[in-house]
């Protein structure tokens, strides 16, 4: 399963920026999504995961009430929509995918996901 992320660029402070993530048609709707990110000289950090039917969500401490995850099944994609944007948000980000038996799932575990994107780089200037 391949998956292809977007949207990264540089911004300043305080501004947002929206990632997108397009998955399979043929899986997509079996499985759960999340994005992380990962800084340099850092671990993989969880930022917000998506259950597959859309209905279940949980973010990381540092980007909640900022940070929203979405999913569009018929457009196949996931997006993170990133206001209120800090500079120790930089990091190059990564969406990911794991099947799901039961739609309600979400899972924080970097580990638990099969399938990974390429990650795109966000950098926010203070």
């Known amino acids: 399963v391949q998956l292809q992320a977007s949207g990264g660029g540089l911004v300043q402070a305080g501004g947002s920026l929206r990632l997108s993530c397009a998955g399979s048609?043929?899986?997509?709707?079996?499985?759960?999504m999340a994005w992380f990110r990962q800084a340099p000289g850092k671990e993989r950090e969880f930022v917000a995961a998506?259950?597959?039917?859309?209905?279940?969500?949980h973010y990381g401490d540092s980007v909640k009430g900022r940070f929203t995850i979405s999913r569009e099944n018929a457009k196949v994609t996931v997006a993170l929509q990133m206001n209120s944007l800090k500079s120790e948000d930089t990091a190059v980000y990564y969406c990911?995918?794991?099947?799901?038996?039961?739609?309600?799932?979400?899972?924080?575990?970097?580990?638990?996901?099969?399938?990974w994107g390429q990650g795109t780089q966000v950098t926010v200037s203070s």
């Open positions: 990911a995918s794991l099947y799901a038996r039961r739609p309600e799932t979400v899972q924080v575990v970097p580990t638990e996901y099969q399938n």
């Open positions: 998506i259950s597959r039917n859309g209905y279940n969500t």
């Open positions: 048609r043929r899986t997509f709707n079996m499985n759960a």
